[in-house]
């Protein structure tokens, strides 16, 4: 687990390399769809985070309104957007039409577990989740080796172009299922959408870890989409990027 690839943020805490042991556990291929949210929401009424604060967080690329916005100070992409929530993941205007299959959004930690509560499963731990990213590929960059773009083709889905205001492909959500599988049948282990794990930050920032990196990924401000990065955010937090998969066991 982990890395001491020099790409590497020491303040993310992904090194040293060392070894750790998981118990037996399962891991869904793919994370959570907005359809099966959906249908957690409507058998329970579960609120999400977001609907009560009553904003969530947009990369600004993905609004399609000129009305102002609060602006995140330290990254000037985000827009602190009023109705944005895993329903209307642009705002109001917005809707889910084209991506049902698409990763849920807009869920906070909190909003997670409640929904693995409901479904009979649970978060995966930090190491759980890293152990089945890599799919049984040993200290390689990506689910499927070290080449960035093996062959030549997009093989995850990351920001393109020149972050963040100069994109060169679509940048948002894609359906959990799209690019190839790892080895062990898992999809987006890296891009897409960040994934909420079970495990704290470090022994002293209880803070949940995300793990996996998400579409606005570059390698011109960071190198997370590889599976061994790592962030972490308050629980209550949601982003239009972040998402989960669960795990059972």
């Not at 992904?14 to 957690?40: D, L």
């Not at 917005?94 to 929904?115: F, I, K, N, Q, T």
């Not at 509560?117 to 995966?124: E, F, K, T, V």
């Not at 990196?213 to 590889?226: D, F, N, T």
């Amino acid at each position: 687990m982990g890395t001491d690839d020099p790409v590497a943020d020491p303040a993310d805490g992904e090194g040293p390399v060392r070894p750790v042991t998981v118990a037996r556990f399962a891991i869904s291929a793919t994370a959570v769809t907005n359809t099966e949210f959906a249908r957690f929401v409507e058998e329970t009424g579960h609120v999400t985070t977001a609907e009560r604060f009553g904003d969530s967080l947009v990369f600004a690329g993905r609004l399609t309104t000129d009305r102002p916005h609060l602006v995140v100070a330290a990254a000037p992409w985000w827009r602190v957007v009023p109705g944005a929530s895993w329903r209307h993941p642009e705002g109001p205007s917005s809707d889910l039409e084209g991506r049902d299959d698409h990763p849920v959004v807009h869920v906070s930690h909190l909003d997670a577990l409640a929904y693995c509560a409901w479904a009979g499963g649970r978060l995966p731990t930090e190491e759980e989740w890293e152990f089945a990213a890599r799919g049984g590929l040993v200290q390689r960059r990506f689910p499927w080796g070290d080449e960035f773009e093996p062959g030549g083709e997009p093989a995850m889905n990351v920001f393109r172009g020149s972050f963040p205001y100069g994109p060169t492909a679509p940048v948002g959500t894609v359906p959990v299922d799209a690019f190839a599988p790892n080895g062990f049948g898992l999809f987006n282990t890296t891009g897409n959408v960040w994934e909420w794990t079970s495990s704290p930050f470090s022994p002293d920032d209880s803070r949940p870890v995300l793990r996996g990196g998400s579409y606005l990924c570059h390698e011109s401000y960071c190198h997370r989409y590889r599976t061994s990065a790592r962030i972490a955010n308050t629980p209550d937090t949601s982003t239009g990027h972040s998402g989960f998969r669960m795990a059972f066991g």
